[in-house]
């Protein structure tokens, strides 16, 4: 089983940054590839951001330039480093984890609401 906790969220305004953390527990956190999702109000949940078990990442077009995924396996956590941020990124933001590397991910965390105030 692995759970996750997501922290970092919060309101700031347009041009401001925040630092998403997602911690990690149970299985073996460095296998996993982890991603990041986001579902604004009245919205379907979206993609943002993918890190795989060997460090490739990959970001969506609308945020590409201005956020920045990583992680660290020494601290079973992973960050989605926001800069920049524009009010239509307000939004829930969750992560995920694929433990077997399937393209599935099969554990999310409970989300972190980010507001962006213009």
């Known amino acids: 089983q692995v759970q996750l906790v997501e922290s970092g969220g919060g309101l700031v305004q347009a041009g401001g940054s925040l630092r998403l953390s997602c911690a990690a527990s149970?299985?073996?956190?460095?296998?996993?590839?982890l991603a990041w999702f986001r579902q604004a109000p009245g919205k379907q949940r979206e993609w943002v951001s993918v890190?795989?078990?060997?460090?490739?990442?990959n970001l969506a077009d609308s945020v590409r330039g201005r956020f920045t995924i990583f992680r660290d396996n020494a601290k079973n956590t992973m960050y989605l480093q926001m800069n920049m941020l524009k009010p239509e990124d307000t939004a829930v933001y969750y992560c995920?984890?694929?433990?077997?590397?399937?393209?599935?991910?099969?554990?999310w965390g409970q989300g972190t609401q980010v507001t962006v105030s213009s």
């Open positions: 995920a984890a694929d433990p077997d590397r399937r393209g599935i991910y099969d554990y």
């Open positions: 149970g299985r073996t956190f460095s296998n996993y590839h």
């Open positions: 890190i795989t078990n060997e460090g490739n990442t």
